[in-house]
């Protein structure tokens, strides 16, 4: 499956001037969580989050904090948080996500959040 080619509209029987209403998942949600139990799960296990227990993965807490649990949100909120952009993610070549990394990684943490499976 290709990571960031790959559009899935996740409710059967969508019509597509109903699309924006869908769930969108953008990336690979199977390596999404490949790396995300790489390189999240040491803070965010079962969508919890151990350094800010008040602002877990779950999605009224993605809602009210980022202001929604969609992927490309996650995604930006990762990519830009001071927290976030100082670690090093030792399992990963370089100790970095790629582009493709952070899109797998926060498909799965939006289609988790978004589908209630933390």
């Known amino acids: 499956m290709a990571a960031a080619a790959v559009i899935f509209l996740v409710a ?7 699309a924006s209403a869908a769930v969108v998942v953008v990336g690979d949600v199977n390596r999404g969580q490949e790396l995300f139990d790489l390189n999240c799960a ?3 296990m079962g969508g919890k989050n151990y350094i800010k227990p008040q602002k877990t993965l779950e999605q009224d807490s993605l809602n009210k904090f980022l202001g929604g649990a969609d992927q490309s949100t996650i995604e930006n909120f990762v990519k830009t948080s001071q927290q976030h952009k100082n670690l090093v993610f030792f399992k990963m070549p370089g100790g970095k996500l790629t582009a493709v990394d952070y899109t797998d990684v ?3 943490v939006s289609d988790q959040a978004m589908n209630n499976k933390w």
């Not at 059967?12 to 109903?18: F, L, V």
């Open 12 to 18: 059967g029987g969508i019509n597509p001037a109903q």
């Open 42 to 44: 040491s803070c965010h």
């Open 106 to 108: 926060t498909s799965f």
